[in-house]
Structure formats: structure tokens, C-alpha cells
Antibody
């Protein structure tokens, strides 16, 4: 059974940093691209970033480019999102999701339960 | 960025109704479109890929069609467990973008 479990969310002040983690199980982690998608409370879905199966290619939304860094550790079956210079508008539930592609982001067939990031002073 | 516009934004329906949601892309995306279902407090669930292909395990009352800029998602006979918000998503170009969602409500 495919499972994705996010952690690392919390309350952080504007300008602060967090590292989100997503531990994967039930599939060959390196065979799939992975994405982070966020959802503002009561609002829609915003794709944030993706990384290819081998970690060699990364992709970012313009709204986070230069502040967020996606990475993955094959030995730990874990996906990461380092988020720096946090702003109030980054407040959201962050989901990690498996892509059914190995490289180019296409569709997200499994999702974690999400972790809440709140940016507030 | 490719804008995805869904309509309606919300829909009041009854069990057994045929439900149709449309999704329009701001440019030609071929069949590079997926559909998701999201229930309150839960993660989205992958339903349909490449505009018309049903993900394994998804009931056959769900279907999708379209290509280019205009797409349709249909529930042939609404069941109580289908009450949720539905999103379309394009992957023709980065950034991946989602429609704003269509919320189904029971009359």
C-alpha cells in the first residue's frame, strides 16, 4: 500500500524557515517524480514544486522560486521541502504527492494527509 | 501560466442526478488534463488522467472527455459519497495549474 506521511509543519514567524519532510512507503521511491502542493485554508490547490525520480531535475512555481528548495533522499525514502524567507501568504496545508511519471510532472496519483504551515508573528 | 476555469463553482444536486462540470484551459493543452476529488479535511484523490482515462478502482459512474481547451467531467448518477469538491489540473506546461474547484452540495 502506497503511503506518504508529511511532517515538519508548524507556526513560524515571517522571514523564518522550516523543513518539511515526506516519508514514502509501499513503492519504489526512485521510480517516481514527487511534488509538493499547497492549499490555503478554504481555498484551492497550488502546485509548488516537483522533483524527478532520480533527483536530477527540479521544478518550482514562480511564487516560491529562490525561497523553496525541493530534494529527496533515496536511502531514506524521503522527500523534503526547505522553505525560507516565509511570508504570510505561504500559510497553507502542504501536501506531498507522488507523480505517476518518473520525470516531468504530470499527475498526482497518491497524496499525503498534509502538514499545516502557519506564518504569523 | 495556463489558467484553468471551472464551472460552475458550486452545484446543488440530488442523489441520482447526472452531474456535469466543465473545465476550460486558457490555451490548447491537448489531452493533458486530470481530475481530482477532495472531501473536507482530506487530501485530493486522483480520478481521471489524460482527460478521459479512469484511474484504477474509480467507479465507472465517473467519466471525462474533451481535448484542446474544453473538457467535461461527468458523474452519471450521483451517490451520497460523491459529495466533494472536484478539481481539474493541466500538465501541458509548467507550472502545473488547477481549476478553482467545483463544490457539490446536496439539495
Amino acid at each position: 500500500e502506497v503511503q506518504l506521511l508529511e511532517s515538519g509543519g508548524g507556526l513560524v514567524q515571517p522571514g523564518g524557515s522550516l523543513r518539511l519532510s515526506c516519508t514514502a512507503s509501499g513503492f519504489t521511491f526512485s521510480s517516481y517524480a514527487m511534488s509538493w502542493v499547497r492549499q490555503t485554508p478554504g481555498k484551492g490547490l497550488e502546485w509548488v514544486s516537483a522533483i524527478s525520480g532520480n533527483g536530477g531535475s527540479t521544478y518550482y512555481a514562480d511564487s516560491v522560486k529562490g525561497r523553496f528548495t525541493i530534494s529527496r533522499d533515496k536511502s531514506k525514502n524521503t522527500l523534503y521541502l526547505q522553505i525560507n524567507s516565509l511570508r504570510a501568504e505561504d500559510t497553507a496545508v502542504y501536501f506531498c504527492a507522488r507523480d505517476y511519471s518518473n520525470n516531468w510532472p504530470r499527475g498526482l496519483d497518491y497524496w499525503g494527509q498534509g502538514t499545516l504551515v502557519t506564518v504569523s508573528s | 501560466d495556463i489558467q484553468m476555469t471551472q464551472s460552475p463553482s458550486s452545484l446543488s444536486t440530488s442523489v441520482g442526478d447526472r452531474v456535469t462540470i466543465t473545465c476550460q484551459a486558457s490555451q490548447d493543452i491537448g489531452n493533458h488534463l486530470n481530475w481530482y476529488q477532495q472531501k473536507p479535511g482530506k487530501a485530493p484523490k486522483f480520478l481521471i488522467y489524460d482527460a478521459s482515462n479512469l484511474e484504477t478502482g474509480v467507479p465507472s459512474r465517473f467519466s471525462g472527455s474533451g481535448s484542446g481547451t474544453d473538457f467535461t467531467f461527468t458523474i452519471s448518477s450521483l451517490q451520497p459519497e460523491d459529495i466533494a469538491t472536484y478539481y481539474c489540473q493541466q500538465y501541458d506546461n509548467l507550472p502545473i495549474t488547477f481549476g478553482q474547484g467545483t463544490r457539490l452540495e446536496i439539495k
